[in-house]
């Protein structure tokens, strides 16, 4: 299995097996060069502004790419969590209203929901059947009071990747709103921004940044009207109009969602790591994924350990979970022999990006058969 992504590439992987994307990714040189260039560019005065705004146009024209949708239509802000709460803040909620979410999410997309409680808004809870969530069980939670629904594209705690097309083939035909955290699969694998209304993602995964941006992506096909309850001068039309004491004006593209200027140094860094991943191709990469995570299932079937993400190629991402009750512990104990996976919440959690090879995967076994416990 010759991986798509090189581990030279990388700054940590000489001695290490990073098996943790799904928490952050290592580092990669070119991404560290490029927090470097930022710091010369920016002594150059002028200039400099000048350069951040021509990679900030690059990094939107890279994701765009990758989200099928126009540069336009992405914002840049300080973590997902940002981008969360400005999109769900700025529905116009009413008492009754109701948001549907599921037991597979992450918190940053479930706790401003929780918050819309305050507002005589009922959040319903989907509840995951043997760690999956169905794209009906979603649409039948659906009414005509529903505004809202939110789903990971791929699940931080199984693995499960989400028929999301499904859904909004389905959620078109309503008034209600999608919202997809692709957080935990953008940069590995392709996503369809037409096939959701607001796409959310992070920096510092599986695209191979650092920490620092949260990206939103705006579907402008039924958000046109839609704007954020925060405002800031980077989302306006004109800062400096005669009337800015008096009033302000939105962009109309994606840009309202941004209210000042975004962590420049990461938006380098992130430029280059996208242009990388898009060198490399990301349809390369997500292959490789689902190969060697297919090897990672077998191995793990194999020595009776419970697999939680779907066996099938095309129901799974690069997570890999398995129930470990003391996975915290058991994280701990491979770290110590530079095996790096993510323990907790009742699981153990391989992340496997396209630098990942079979020796990675027969390595953790290994050590998985000697510190494993129940």
Not at 90 to 119: M, R, S
Not at 149 to 159: E, H
Request: aromatic residues 10%.
């Amino acid at each position: 299995m010759n991986a798509p992504l090189k581990k030279s590439d990388f700054i940590g992987l000489e001695n290490a097996n990073w098996l943790y994307c799904g928490a952050e990714t290592p580092p990669l040189k070119c991404a560290a060069d490029a927090v470097q260039k930022y710091f010369l560019s920016r002594g150059t005065g002028p200039y400099g502004r000048a350069n951040n705004a021509a990679k900030e146009a690059s990094l939107k024209n890279n994701l765009s790419q990758m989200l099928n949708l126009d540069a336009a239509n992405i914002a840049i802000g300080a973590n997902s969590s940002e981008m969360f709460f400005s999109v769900i803040q700025g529905l116009d909620w009413k008492a009754g209203d109701n948001v549907v979410i599921h037991t597979l999410e992450f918190p940053a997309g479930v706790l401003p929901c929780l918050q819309l409680k305050k507002q005589g808004v009922e959040v319903r809870v989907v509840r995951h059947e043997n760690w999956r969530v169905e794209p009906q069980q979603l649409l039948d939670q659906v009414d005509n009071r529903t505004r809202l629904v939110i789903s990971s594209w791929v699940s931080y705690l199984s693995g499960a990747r989400l028929p999301y097309q499904q859904v909004y083939d389905e959620l078109k035909k309503t008034d209600a709103l999608f919202i997809v955290d692709v957080t935990q699969g953008l940069g590995a694998f392709q996503f369809d921004g037409t096939q959701a209304d607001f796409v959310i993602g992070s920096s510092y995964k599986w695209l191979l940044g650092p920490h620092g941006a949260g990206i939103l992506a705006v579907n402008p096909a039924r958000t046109g009207g839609i704007n954020p309850e925060v405002v800031g001068w980077r989302g306006i039309s004109d800062m400096f109009s005669e009337t800015r004491f008096e009033k302000f004006t939105y962009h109309e593209d994606a840009r309202r969602f941004e209210t000042g200027y975004p962590a420049y140094p990461t938006l380098w860094a992130l430029e280059a790591s996208t242009g990388y991943l898009l060198n490399a191709g990301v349809e390369n990469c997500s292959n490789h994924i689902l190969q060697i995570g297919g090897y990672l299932i077998d191995q793990l079937n194999a020595n009776d350990y419970e697999v939680m993400t779907p066996q099938q190629a095309n129901l799974r991402a690069g997570n890999i979970s398995l129930v470990c009750p003391r996975g915290e512990e058991v994280s701990e104990a491979l770290a110590a022999e530079n095996i790096y996976a993510w323990g907790g919440d009742n699981r153990l959690r391989a992340s496997l990006h396209a630098f990942v090879d079979s020796q990675d995967i027969d390595q953790f076994v290994d050590a998985l058969k000697r510190h494993f416990r129940v």
